[in-house]
């Protein structure tokens, strides 16, 4: 499943190191495509998601990530554990990301906001 890339805005809640690795998440168009926040998301041509661009103003999408320390606690077994973020879109523009401490979805990058797109 390809996704996009957040780079930067969260910190291992574990060993508070930056993660440098990135947040996977699929909004916009998904195309393997790296951004920052304060960047827009594209919607231009390719595969998107949802289909087009929606009209809300706010967007609440689960992301993925994983600590890049080695030596972090989320290390196990020689593999870093899953952890989730919550990524937020204002106005197309990614205006934030925080841990997510809420139960994890059943659906993998979970749309949580608007609960008309929780179905994408
Ligand atoms: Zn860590």
Redesign the pocket.
Known sequence: MSFNTLEGGIT??????EILSGIGFRLGKIAGSRYKIGDQLDWEGGDCRPKRRPSVSTIKTIGYFN???VT????KDCY?DVQLALITVEDNVITGVELYKGKEPKKQFAILEPASLKSQ
């Open positions: 291992c809640p574990f060993c508070k190191s600590c890049d320390n972090c606690y989320s290390w870093p």
